[in-house]
């Protein structure tokens, strides 16, 4: 059984930092590329960034690039989300993702909110 477990999630002000981790179990991890999304309320959940099995290549959606680094651990089978200069519309529930033998795996997810 495949499983991703979200944790760092919380409560921060503007311009404030959150780092996300997501711990994957029961895959090879280094195999699989990973995925942030996140679905604020009443909203569809968005792709924020994805990372690269290696680790080598990443990528972000406009609105979080420069702010947001997606890296990875492919000893610990973690990946994490550096969140830095966060906004209020970045407040809202963040998943890590997969795919998996052709089955889309998420998180539980973790929430993040940013408020004065």
């Known amino acids: 059984q495949v499983y991703l477990v979200e944790s760092g999630g919380g409560m921060v002000q503007p311009g404030g930092s959150l780092r996300l981790s997501c711990r994957a179990s029961g895959l090879n991890f280094r195999l699989h590329t990973m995925s942030w999304y996140r679905q604020a309320p009443s909203k569809e959940r968005e792709l924020v960034g994805v990372?690269?099995?290696?680790?080598?290549?990443?990528n972000y959606t406009d609105s979080v690039k420069g702010r947001f680094a997606i890296s990875r651990d492919n000893v610990r089978w973690t990946t994490s989300l550096q969140m830095n200069d966060l906004k209020p519309e970045d407040t809202a529930v963040y998943y890590c993702?997969?795919?998996?033998?052709?089955?889309?795996?998420w998180g539980q997810g973790t929430q993040v909110t940013v408020s004065s």
């Open positions: 993702q997969t795919r998996y033998k052709g089955r889309i795996i």
């Open positions: 990372i690269t099995g290696s680790g080598s290549g990443t």
